[in-house]
Nanobody, 129 residues
Framework: QVQLVESGGGLVHAGGSLRLSCAAS???????????MGWFRQAPGNLRVFVAA????????AYADSVKGRFTVSRDNAKRTADLQMNSLKHEDTAVYYC???????????????????WGQGTQVTVSS
């Protein structure tokens, strides 16, 4: 089994920054470096939506339009972690943030929820206006 655990959420004022981290473990993650790691978020009453993803090549990233220029996704294959640096946070960024893994080795990161087969439990990010 694959386990993903998010950390780093919390309460921050608008304009502030947070850094989320996702730690992967489990026997299936021996090939972690090959997988796409994605970040999604779900605000109360809304569907879970794509935020950012990073492919097996760290140069291969994708972002939702709403976070481009503010969020940066990165990974450390040696530590089996994927981070999401969030700057210039807005009230509308408030949500539960989920880390996910897509174990296919694709040329570009997937953005669809159904394309990810492992999920973390989520971490709450609250941005006060």
């Amino acid at each position: 089994q694959v386990q993903l655990v998010e950390s780093g959420g919390g309460l921050v004022h608008a304009g502030g920054s947070l850094r989320l981290s996702c730690a992967a473990s489990g026997r299936s993650f021996s090939s972690y470096a090959m997988y796409t790691m994605g970040w999604f978020r779900q605000a109360p009453g809304n569907l879970r939506v794509f935020v950012a993803a990073i492919g097996w090549s760290a140069a291969n990233t994708a972002y939702a339009d709403s976070v481009k220029g503010r969020f940066t996704v990165s990974r450390d294959n040696a530590k089996r972690t994927a981070d999401l640096q969030m700057n210039s946070l807005k009230h509308e960024d408030t949500a539960v943030y989920y880390c996910a893994a897509d174990r296919r080795m694709l040329p570009t990161p997937a953005k669809g929820i159904a394309e990810y087969d492992s999920w973390g439990q989520g971490t709450q990010v609250t941005v006060s206006s």
